[in-house]
């Protein structure tokens, strides 16, 4: 099955800094890709999202990046606030629609952003 | 459109016990997922209905786990004889196959904890 490693497992910046969020993948046949934050107490939260067929997106301060050929996708938050701190989690699945779409998550990244 | 409800948001048990954990999906959502999350971790699949028919169940999900989503609507998740290890949030998720099929939204979870 699928197996998805995220690192860092933690992350400390300043407000105002970039943070870079990085996720391997092994299956081959993912073609989906999300990204979701979880704030202490509450769901994971979808923030953005890449499907196969595209090698970037950029959403205002966030943007992932894709490379099928190295198995692995990031996460940029540019202009870091503080209520981006957070933990972060990277999923993958094949997503394909008869089947379901069953995400494989990394182990999250917990994001403290600094005044 | 109020999202994923889940009911209760805590529950603490005795080893032994049984505890039902209930989930309201998006309303027009076909597709109801759970997770588990343990502390620390990324959410594990555990089983999803697509309207009232459960197609799949991961291997996490024991005997001792049932689910069911009678009317195609709510759905209810059932640990028997609960063991300590079976601590964990519990997360629903949903999503709609007709339209974004591959977009999952999260409820808040339900925290399970066994002394």
């Known amino acids: 099955g699928e197996n998805v490693e995220q690192h860092p497992s933690t992350l400390s910046v300043q407000e105002g800094d970039s943070a870079v969020i990085k996720c391997t993948y092994s299956?081959?046949?993912?073609?989906?890709f999300p990204w979701y934050k979880q704030e202490l107490g509450k769901g994971p939260q979808l923030i953005i999202d890449?499907?196969?067929?595209?090698g970037e997106k950029k959403d205002q301060r966030i943007a992932v990046t894709l490379n099928k050929t190295a198995k692995h996708f990031s996460l940029h938050i540019t202009e870091t606030q503080p209520e981006d701190s957070a933990v972060y989690f990277c999923?993958?699945?094949?997503?394909?629609?008869?089947?379901?779409?069953?995400?494989?998550f990394g182990g999250g990244t917990r994001v403290l952003v600094k005044p | 459109d109020t999202g994923v409800s889940q009911d209760p948001r805590h529950k603490i048990t005795k080893r032994g016990q049984n505890v039902t954990f209930r989930c309201d999906p998006i309303?027009?959502?076909?597709?109801l997922y759970w997770y588990r999350q343990t502390l620390g971790q990324g959410p594990e699949f555990l089983t999803y209905?697509?309207?009232?028919?459960?197609?799949?169940k991961s291997r996490l999900l024991s005997d001792r786990f049932s689910a069911e989503r009678p009317k195609g609507s709510f759905s209810t998740l059932e640990i028997q004889r609960t063991e300590q290890g079976d601590s964990a949030m519990y997360l629903c998720?949903?999503?709609?196959?007709?339209?974004?099929?591959?977009?999952?939204?999260f409820g808040a979870g339900s925290r399970l904890t066994v002394l």
């Open positions: 998720a949903s999503s709609s196959f007709d339209r974004h099929s591959d977009v999952l939204t």
């Open positions: 299956d081959s046949a993912s073609n989906y």
């Open positions: 890449i499907r196969s067929n595209v």
């Open positions: 999923a993958a699945s094949i997503g394909i629609k008869a089947a379901g779409n069953k995400l494989t």
């Open positions: 309303s027009e959502h076909n597709r």
């Open positions: 209905f697509q309207n009232e028919a459960q197609l799949e």
